[in-house]
């Protein structure tokens, strides 16, 4: 999951608690960089944090170095 908030307020989204008691994890970016969709950016980003499932390829967009093996 990527959340895109105003980390001013992050605290009190509802969500994040509920997504932790259910062991799912997610990341938050800065509203300010990603609040205006940019298919480059979101892939850029995507890359930089890597690939890390075993059990199924990564999409086709995907140029990152292999995470895991």
Same mark, same amino acid.
């Given at each position: 999951?990527? +959340?895109?908030?105003?980390?001013?307020?992050? @605290? /009190?989204?509802?969500? =994040?608690?509920? +997504?932790?008691?259910?062991?799912?994890?997610? @990341? /938050?970016?800065?509203? =300010?960089?990603?609040?205006?969709?940019?298919?480059?950016?979101i892939i850029e980003t995507?890359?930089?944090?890597?690939?890390f499932r075993k059990d199924?390829a990564p999409p086709a967009?995907?140029?990152?170095?292999?995470?895991?093996?």
């Amino acid at each position: 999951m990527l +959340a895109v908030e105003d980390f001013q307020n992050y @605290s /009190r989204q509802p969500w =994040a608690g509920a +997504a932790k008691k259910k062991s799912i994890y997610f @990341s /938050r970016v800065n509203a =300010a960089l990603y609040g205006v969709y940019d298919r480059t950016l979101i892939i850029e980003t995507l890359n930089d944090w890597g690939w890390f499932r075993k059990d199924c390829a990564p999409p086709a967009w995907y140029s990152g170095p292999p995470w895991s093996s």
